[in-house]
């Protein structure tokens, strides 16, 4: 499942990337633009929130959709098929895996299908390595860019808060140089040999041996390493995910309790209960539903789906698509360090992190205290500054 949802980690950037768009300063006003009496930022959303709001749900309903198709039209245990390294082997000689799609157009028999799946691939690689390029730069700059520069902080933050500046162009380019070479790495691993010692490529029949598996295919540690590297990537989306739901639900629940007050202090952008005076920019359909959902979904992806490779089911010693030599385990259910780590490694540092913040700071552990008016106000006006900064 977490494999499966990282396709899915990157279509809420639609929305997230229309904090930076701007009015031209220059722009010529039409009739079909928004008052001039309109802030930017409501004119903004007046302009892009069908954007926002629509193509998430419609990207996530192809992919999806693509998902369905692919398990009608390709076995679970297919040959071509990419598998965890940790996983137990099909019976599969000489083969080498490659992309659902590109398997099953190579069954269809049709010229040059393969060929064309395979430039569309790459071409959605480049794209997703651009949008992650985005998110990684955005969010170090934001973490840096409220640092305090000053002579008498740690060398530490002052390294940090280096990276919060942006040139000319409002662009946080320092914090894009460093997030593009801080993985670009990970790539050329690929490139190390699959074991040394050995030249010429194995007979499909010595790949089939027990034992052989890590000289045919197999990279040993540095394919452990990707696979772990990419899956602790995917745990540590839930985990903002998670954090977001979470955050949402405390604000969408403090508005409630304190509408009285906000409506009589005018506070901008958190009115939400009258249409001709509505200036509240976080609506959105079904919640706090939705919200309850999603910290839910990510809490079983989180715990619960990432158990699933301890769960211990027994295996048909006759069935053709897993060699004898795994069964044994797959039924003692060995615990393998690999899988563990890419999928709770990720927890593990987050609360280490957190933890660490909370005794250097010294901060509560508790969550803040809501309940008095003049604080959420002056949270709220906090808040403000804060998205401010981010635009």
């Known amino acids: 499942m977490s494999t499966v949802a990282f396709s899915y980690v990157g279509i809420e950037i639609v929305a997230a990337s229309s904090l930076e768009v701007r009015w031209p300063k220059n722009a010529e006003r039409n009739s079909s633009d928004p008052p001039r009496h309109q802030e930017p ?46 996983a ?3 019976r599969c000689e000489g083969t080498q895996a490659i992309s659902a799609f590109v398997a099953i157009a190579k069954r269809s028999g049709i010229p040059h299908l393969p ?4 430039a569309f691939l790459l071409f959605t690689a480049l794209t997703c390595a651009m949008t992650n390029l985005y998110v990684a730069s955005r969010s170090l700059f934001g973490l840096a860019s409220r640092l305090n520069r000053g002579s008498s902080q740690p060398l530490v933050l002052r390294l940090l808060a280096w990276f919060g500046k942006t040139n000319r162009h409002k662009v946080p380019m320092r914090a894009m140089i460093f997030s593009s070479l801080a993985f670009a790495w990970v790539p050329f691993l690929n490139l190390a040999d699959k074991k040394e010692g050995v030249s010429a490529p194995l007979e499909a029949s010595a790949c089939a041996a027990p034992g052989n598996a890590t ?12 696979e772990v590297l990419g ?22 629940y403090c508005l409630k309790r304190h509408r009285d007050v906000l409506e009589q202090a005018r506070i901008p952008q958190v009115r939400r209960w009258h249409y001709e005076d509505d200036d509240y920019p976080y609506h959105s359909h079904g919640q706090p539903l939705t919200a309850y959902l999603g910290l839910l979904g ?35 259910g060995v615990f393998r360090l690999d899988p563990f780590l890419s999928n709770y490694f990720t927890i593990f540092f987050f609360l280490l992190m957190w933890s660490a913040l909370k005794l250097f700071r010294e901060a509560p552990w508790a969550l803040v205290d809501l309940s008095d008016h003049n604080r959420v106000i002056q949270k709220i006006r906090n808040l403000h500054d804060l998205r401010q900064g981010s635009m």
């Open 298 to 332: 990510c809490f079983i992806l989180l715990i619960v789906c990432n158990l699933a490779y301890f769960w211990k089911k027994p295996v048909d010693e006759s069935e053709p698509s897993y060699p004898p030599e795994h069964s044994s385990e797959r039924l003692e």
């Open 88 to 90: 137990p082997e099909p």
């Open 215 to 226: 000289l045919c295919g197999d990279t040993g540690g540095i394919t452990i390493f990707v």
């Open 41 to 86: 930022a409501s004119a903004i959303s007046s302009t892009v929130r069908w954007s926002a709001i629509w193509i998430p749900g419609l990207v996530c309903f192809a992919y999806t959709l693509c998902g369905v198709l692919i398990s009608f039209n390709i076995p679970r245990d297919h040959c071509d098929l990419p598998r965890f390294s940790w």
């Open 115 to 118: 060929d064309v799946f395979n």
């Open 231 to 252: 899956s602790m990537g995917t745990v540590g989306v839930f985990i903002v995910w998670a954090c977001e739901c979470l955050a949402f639900l405390r604000f969408y």
